[in-house]
């Protein structure tokens, strides 16, 4: 399974993109990493791209929510509706509950969201959630 995964925005948090890079590629995953501080348009040029099942974003100084806004524009573009979006990280700045941040990320088109959980049950869920979808 490819995936697509980077780190959204002007974020230059680098060793969770590092451990993601690490762990997926353990799991067998073909991985595409685009790195820090990568534009939305840019996931979603190099999914078009690279033909890629998953696109798995980080986010680590709390700005994902303005990148995540044009998602639902960017997903009706182009032809993307088998493509598992998934999004993590520290997703709010401060402290937010999931029960508010869940819902609005979803609300912009991602499948999974995780914030402030563990990188391991992450892609656990991903797994699970992967298998249950084919
Ligand atoms: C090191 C660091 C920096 C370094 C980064 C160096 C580098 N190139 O990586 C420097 C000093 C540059 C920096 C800058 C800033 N930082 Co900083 N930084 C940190 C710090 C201390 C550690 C981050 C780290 O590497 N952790 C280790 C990795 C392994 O953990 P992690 O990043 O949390 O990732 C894990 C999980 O989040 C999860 N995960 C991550 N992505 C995903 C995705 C999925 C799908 C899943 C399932 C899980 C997952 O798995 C990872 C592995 O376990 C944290 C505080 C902290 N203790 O975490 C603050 C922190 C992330 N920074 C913060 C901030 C605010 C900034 C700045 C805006 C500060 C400023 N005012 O300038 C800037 C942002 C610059 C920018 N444009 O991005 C805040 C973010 C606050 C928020 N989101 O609410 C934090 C949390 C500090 C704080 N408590 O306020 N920072």
Known sequence: MKVVTGVVGNDVHVVANRLIDISLN????????LGVNTYLEEFIDAVV?????????????????????????????????DVIFVIGGNLAVGEVKEEVIIPKFKSYGFDLVFHQVDLNEGLDRLESFAKERL
Request: avoid cysteine.
């Open 49 to 81: 791209e690279t033909d890629a099942d998953v696109v798995l974003i980080s986010s680590l100084n709390g700005e994902a929510e303005g990148w995540s806004r044009d998602l639902p524009v960017l997903k009706s573009k182009y032809s993307l509706k």
């Open 26 to 33: 353990q799991r067998g995953f073909e991985v595409f990493n």
